[in-house]
T-cell receptor, first 113, second 113 residues
């Protein structure tokens, strides 16, 4: 069974640009979660998508957005990039409707120059 | 409000020695608890989970954890540490619906020869 896959592995951008990160969940999982892991700040919850809808978001500005496609894959978009957006962005997936552990991808390392 | 505390930012143990990583949680209802491990540059891997039943939970890689409701703790243990266990360990608690997972700040484990 394939795990959660994220692309690209690394992404380098400059301030003010826009970044798009992609995530494919484990087959059969309908929920996708996005986390930001910045140096020294731990795992910060960004967004939760389930069945194509945004269900919850963390304390991040609106320039962080995303969507979930009919095949349950997901995109995270970050507009007007700032230096402090440099972080590892982790995607996780789980089944819906019952308590499940989240399964994580290896992340996208976003570096802002 | 839910919270997870990992009191130790980092711990150093000798190879072959026993290990205990501490985790305390705050949650109003029955908690669902997890331990994850993260190697450098990678995502989080689930070590074990506790939903209900036996309070001593066995996980992968020889890890176990014990749920103690009276102490609001879910400490991770391993009887004999291997150099490959050096990584960061995260304790997490999720709500009944399983969609809001709170992670601790992590404990970095160093293993010395």
């Amino acid at each position: 069974e394939a795990g959660v896959t994220q692309s690209p592995t690394h992404l380098i951008k400059t301030r003010g640009q826009q970044a798009t990160l992609r995530c494919s969940p484990i087959s059969g999982h309908t929920s996708v979660y996005w986390y930001q892991q910045a140096l020294g700040l731990g795992l910060q919850f960004l967004l939760w998508y389930d069945e194509g809808e945004e269900r919850n978001r963390g304390n991040f500005p609106p320039r962080f957005s995303g969507r979930q496609f009919p095949n349950y894959s997901s995109e995270l978009n970050v507009n007007a990039l700032e230096l402090e957006d440099s972080a590892l962005y982790l995607c996780a997936s789980s089944k819906t409707g019952e308590v499940q552990p989240q399964h994580f991808g290896d992340g996208t390392r976003l570096s802002i120059l | 409000a839910q919270s997870v505390t990992q009191p130790d930012i980092h711990i150093t143990v000798s190879e072959g020695a026993s290990l205990e990583l501490r985790c305390n949680y705050s949650y109003g209802a029955t908690p669902y608890l997890f331990w994850y491990v993260q190697s450098p540059g990678q995502g989080l891997q689930l070590l074990l989970k506790y939903f209900s039943g036996d309070t001593l939970v066995q996980g992968i890689k020889g890890f176990e954890a014990e749920f103690k409701r009276s102490q609001s703790s879910f400490n991770l243990r391993k009887p004999s540490v291997h150099w490959s266990d050096a990584a960061e360990y995260f304790c997490a608690v999720t709500n009944t619906g399983g969609f809001k997972t709170i992670f601790g700040a992590g404990t970095r484990l160093f293993v010395k020869a």
